[in-house]
């Protein structure tokens, strides 16, 4: 039942802009993949502790980044980096 209540608010951010506090590399890259070396799979949180999963440097980590919401799941928000 949560995760389907969960899945239900994290659609509220489907093309949605958030600032993300990026945290480093993704430990599950499967579900994200790279888009190059340079540009591995990164993982942050919004300042409603909602994680989201993008591809950018990791020189990111540490920082705030700008990334736009392109896929919603009950746990995890997917998006890309704004330049």
Known sequence: MQEQISGE???AFLGCQ??????????KSRVNPT???????LVGRTST???VVFNGPVS???QFAPVR???TAPLTLFGE???
């Open 60 to 62: 990111l980590a540490g």
């Open 69 to 71: 919401i392109t896929r």
């Open 9 to 11: 608010l994290n659609q």
């Open 81 to 83: 980096l704004i330049r």
């Open 35 to 41: 888009d190059s070396q340079a540009h591995p799979q």
């Open 49 to 51: 502790d909602h994680i």
């Open 18 to 27: 958030v600032t993300v506090l990026v945290e480093g590399p993704s430990k």
